[in-house]
T-cell receptor, first 108, second 116 residues
Framework: AQRVTQPEKLLSVFKGAPVELKCNYS??????LFWYVQYSRQRLQLLLR??SRESIKGFTADLNKGETSFHLKKPFAQEEDSAMYYC??????????FGAGTTVTVRA | DTGVSQNPRHKITKRGQNVTFRCDPI?????LYWYRQTLGQGPEFLTY????????KSRLLSDRFSAERPKGSFSTLEIQRTEQGDSAMYLC??????????????FGPGTRLTVT
């Protein structure tokens, strides 16, 4: 079955500490992979996509095709990183398939 | 044009009533998507339009659901004979081809439906 798994529902870290959000996917073919973020009272927005290999707001994501993982990392978490994060493989050129999400809380 | 807009933002209805939601995409975007999000879950794909053509419907979209995009601009999602299980956040997104990496989807704020 095709699915995406984010094993951590909640993640709490201290400001300045590293944070890693895990994402594992199980899809045939080679989906394009995205991370979306939703800050409090804001709409869902794209954080980064693996194909562009960018670092956005200090976040990076490494695609490991062997392990079918796309973990999101940031070396030094900031309070403004507190949000809900969704891993989302895209099948074909339009359909996003979201994980259940990880709520990140960064404590001062 | 400040982004994807959705109306209404909240809708409370009684079981058995019909409801209709509207989505206005970013003006130059030719693709439009509907997703549904229930508590504790990520958004789930419902349907997708390219211009006015509805190209895919998820199995989640029962016969009580219908979506239209009559002129390739705004879209409506109608739910007939609502059930309590229809209570969810309904999200709309739009996209066009990006220069790198394909289509980035921009999301609206959602319509929260509560069926009592």
């Amino acid at each position: 079955a095709q699915r995406v798994t984010q094993p951590e529902k909640l993640l709490s870290v201290f400001k300045g500490a590293p944070v890693e959000l895990k994402c594992n996917y199980s899809y045939s073919g080679s989906p394009e992979l995205f991370w979306y973020v939703q800050y409090s009272r804001q709409r869902l927005q794209l954080l980064l996509r693996h194909i562009s290999r960018e670092s956005i707001k200090g976040f990076t994501a490494d695609l490991n095709k062997g392990e079918t993982s796309f973990h999101l990392k940031k070396p030094f978490a900031q309070e403004e990183d507190s949000a809900m994060y969704y891993c989302a493989p895209r099948l074909g050129d339009y359909k996003l398939s979201f994980g259940a999400g990880t709520t990140v809380t960064v404590r001062a | 044009d400040t982004g994807v807009s959705q109306n209404p933002r909240h809708k409370i209805t009684k079981r058995g009533q019909n409801v209709t939601f509207r989505c206005d995409p970013i003006s130059e975007h030719n693709r439009l998507y509907w997703y549904r999000q229930t508590l504790g879950q990520g958004p789930e794909f419902l349907t997708y339009f390219q211009n006015e053509a509805q190209l895919e419907k998820s199995r989640l979209l029962s016969d009580r659901f219908s979506a239209e995009r009559p002129k390739g601009s705004f879209s409506t999602l109608e739910i007939q004979r609502t059930e309590q299980g229809d209570s969810a956040m309904y999200l709309c997104a739009s996209s066009q081809r990006a220069l790198v990496g394909g289509y980035e989807q921009y999301f609206g704020p959602g319509t929260r439906l509560t069926v009592t």
